[in-house]
Structures are given as C-alpha cells and as structure tokens.
C-alpha cells in the first residue's frame, strides 16, 4: 500500500511540474479569495439594506444595531480586497471603502425605485415583499447598483466578481459598466444580457432572454477587438422589451416609448413612441397604440 500511495504521489508531482509551465499567474497580486469576500460583502449589504426581509436574528438587535453590524462588517471585508487590489495600499483601499459606503443611501434610494417598478409592473406581484423575497430581478438588479459604483470608481476587476457572483444566483449578467436609470425591472429574468456600453433610461422593462448587445467590433492591426469603445445600444425612458429581443450595436438608439417585440432581431434606431413586432412577413415599425398585427 505504501508504495503504491509513493508511486501516486510521485506520479502527482509530475503533473504538478506540467501544470506550472503554463503559466496562469495573475496581473495583479493577492486575487486568491476575493469571490467569496465579494459575495459576503454583497451579502452584508443586502442585509444593512434590507435587515427585514434578509437578516436571520431577527429582534435581536435594534435595528440601527443591525444595520451597523452589517455595514461594520462589510467595511472589513471590502477593505481587505480592496487592499489586495492595491498592493497593500491600506491607505488607498480605505479611502475607496470609505467613499463606497458614503454612497450607500443614494444607491438604496435608486433600488428602492427598481423595486416599485417590480410591484407597479407585474400584476403576479401582490405585495413589495414578495418581489424581494422571490424575483431574482431583484438581486440581480441591487448587486449591478452596488458593483456600478465601484466601476464608477475605477476598482478593477471587484465590480466583475460581484456582477457575475449576481448571474451565478439570477441568470441576469448586466455588465457595472452599464448606465441604468432609476425604476428599472426584469421580469422573470432568466438569460437577460446587458453589456458594458449599454445605456437605459427611467422606467424601463425588460423580459426573460433579452440581450441588448454588441453588433460587431473594431478590431487592432492584431484582429483582436478594440477596448474601451461604445458597443452597446442606448435605451430611452419608459422602454418595454419583450421576450428573446436582441437589440444590437453602439450606433443603435432606441427612443422614449418604444416596444420591441418577442424574439425582434434589430441594429437599426427607432424614433421616440414606436413600436415594432415580428409577423409572418416580415418586421412591422407602428407608432406605439396602433393595431400591431403579430402581438
């Protein structure tokens, strides 16, 4: 038995010294950890924000007890990946801790209105609870809010973690990067897409399968795509898109009032209050209110 544990482990070492001559070392130093810190900051927040539908010792503890706990724990946690970031810059990642929680009323303030336009907007809903307790719209959309600002900040890759830590959970993957304005919901959620240079404005509704994408790249002399470019489609105020919608491209605007119907392909704008839907021959563009065949 022992010499066949000896001949497993030589054989094991073996591998272990192919496996280090491709090199998977990091850009930046200390990243070991950091998803399961991000995931519980996220978790601790959740809770500093929303202590009646998340905390789990309830009547414990007044209630601004509870939320400083959380936010004193959140703070802990955040300036420990922040410092790994940083090189062990403490005082840069407690400054960039700092500047993030002082942001926190503002950002609770916007998911507040995300979570208004859940109960205004789906008539399934029959109480606020229930759409933070049960729509995974809800975290989807409350972890892009928290990661956003880190991006606004310019904290590489922490606003990454916590985004896709939000597609794991809901299988909504909205990019930080992207500008979303106050009363924004997802219904049912499942394989929306988002992407960096998106932009959307107030009161806006998508479905299940929408993607709001990029149409194609410009490339370097290399062919590998240029970064840091619009890619994205802009999205006005008091926009719906229904289920399996892609809207595609940086040049592609939709204006205020618009519908875009299920399983619509489109990389062209359309003008403010129309609407367009799939039929039998072909795309149709109507003014919102007209008689749309297809719908």
């Known amino acids: 038995m022992a010499k066949k544990d000896t001949t497993k482990t030589a054989r094991l070492e073996e591998i272990a010294n192919e496996l280090e001559k491709i090199n998977t070392r990091t850009e930046l130093e200390g990243c070991s950890g950091l998803d399961d810190m991000m995931q519980a900051v996220i978790e601790h927040l959740l ?3 929303f202590p009646y539908h998340f905390d789990d010792e309830q009547g414990r503890f007044e209630e601004t007890e509870k939320r400083t706990y959380h936010l004193m724990n959140a703070s802990y946690i955040l300036n420990r990946a922040l410092s790994h970031i940083f090189d062990g ?7 960039a801790t700092d500047e993030f929680l002082d942001s926190l009323v503002g950002i609770l303030e916007l998911i507040k209105t995300d979570v208004q336009a859940g109960y205004e907007g789906d008539p399934a809903a029959k109480s606020v609870d229930e759409v933070i307790l049960t729509y995974p719209a809800f975290k989807g959309i409350a972890i892009y809010r ?6 606004e900040m310019q904290i590489p890759l922490v606003p990454r973690i916590m985004s896709e830590y939000a597609h794991r959970i809901t299988g909504i993957d909205i990019h930080p990067g992207a500008k979303i304005g106050p009363y924004f919901f997802i219904d049912h959620g499942t394989g929306v897409v988002v992407g960096e240079t998106c932009t959307i404005g107030e009161h806006c509704k998508l479905y299940q399968h929408v993607t709001l994408g990029a149409k194609s790249f410009d ?7 240029v970064k840091g ?14 289920s399996g919608a892609s809207i595609l491209g940086g040049n592609t605007r939709i204006g205020d009032d618009c519908i875009v119907g299920g399983n619509v392909w489109l990389t062209h704008s359309l003008e403010a209050g129309e609407a367009i839907v799939n039929n039998p021959s072909g795309q149709e563009i109507r003014k919102v209110g007209s008689d749309l065949k297809g719908e």
């Open 47 to 49: 809770i500093a924000m």
């Open 89 to 95: 810059d403490e005082a840069r990642a407690t400054a």
């Open 146 to 151: 928290l990661a956003h600002k880190l991006y």
């Open 219 to 225: 490339l370097n002399d290399d062919g590998t795509p």
């Open 229 to 242: 470019v619009k890619r994205h489609p802009d999205l006005g105020d008091r926009v719906v898109v229904y």
